[in-house]
């Protein structure tokens, strides 16, 4: 019996490279609204968006009024009269035609679906995200897809993990394995919950002291090398 039964993907900056999905889907945006389609200005929303997502894994603002906010924020920042409601919700369309993955994300998950149960965990917004899984081709490999807008709770909360197990059928914590380029959501939250980790650090960022992943891969030739470690104990 192999030791690792369920692998949990995180799937923005992990799977997806949502960098890429996020600058064409902001850039189309600011063009249909005429504000200046310049870096300085995806800066300015990447930092705003960034904040807020940090604010909402904290429990402090919700994903409706964060969808919103970002907007809100950057139209005040570059002085720019604009319903921020009408920006967000174009932004959302563009961005769920968008599912551009990150390199080796398909062979990866073709690969390990026929051995792992594979279930993808991520914080964001339904219809965008079922609309991205759908398009990317990926959704038959996840046995699982957990969505923090439809249960009402995001990592790291612990509720979010207890529903993702449930809906897979309450296996031991220790046989699963949480894979996310997000310390203080996938790491954080996958410590907390008792299963095991591996953060995705493609760009090589230091680790923080309080979070400590299992393990750390900046590609997935480095999780073929894990799990293959993890089988021979
Ligand atoms: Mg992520």
């Not at 369309?93 to 390199?103: D, K």
Request: proline content about 4%; hydrophobic content about 45%; overall charge negative.
């Amino acid at each position: 019996m192999k030791i690792l039964r369920w692998l949990i993907f995180d799937a923005d900056g992990t799977l997806f490279n949502y960098e890429a999905a996020e600058e064409i889907a902001l850039g189309r945006t600011f063009r249909a609204f005429s504000i200046p389609d310049t870096l300085q200005n995806h800066e300015l929303y990447r930092k705003f968006n960034s904040a807020l997502w940090d604010r909402f894994e904290l429990g402090l603002v919700t994903s409706v009024k964060l969808r919103e906010l970002r907007f809100e924020r950057l139209l005040k920042a570059i002085g720019i009269d604009a319903d921020p409601q009408a920006l967000s919700t174009r932004y959302l369309q563009e961005l769920g035609n968008l599912a551009p993955l990150l390199p080796g994300a398909r062979e990866i998950v073709a690969e390990l679906a026929p051995d792992y149960g594979l279930v993808l965990a991520t914080n964001g917004i339904s219809d965008v995200q079922r609309r991205r899984l759908a398009l990317s081709g990926l959704e038959r490999f996840f046995e699982a897809v957990v969505i923090s807008d439809e249960i009402g709770v995001a990592k790291p909360h612990g509720a979010y993990f207890d529903e993702l197990f449930r809906r897979i059928g309450e296996p031991s914590r220790r046989r699963a394995m949480i894979i996310g380029d997000k310390l203080s959501s996938d790491i954080a939250g996958g410590v907390r919950a008792g299963i095991r980790t591996c953060w995705f650090n493609p760009s090589g960022e230091a680790c923080s002291d309080e979070i400590q992943p299992e393990f750390e891969i900046s590609d997935f030739r480095g999780l073929r090398a894990i799990l293959r470690r993890i089988e021979l104990g």
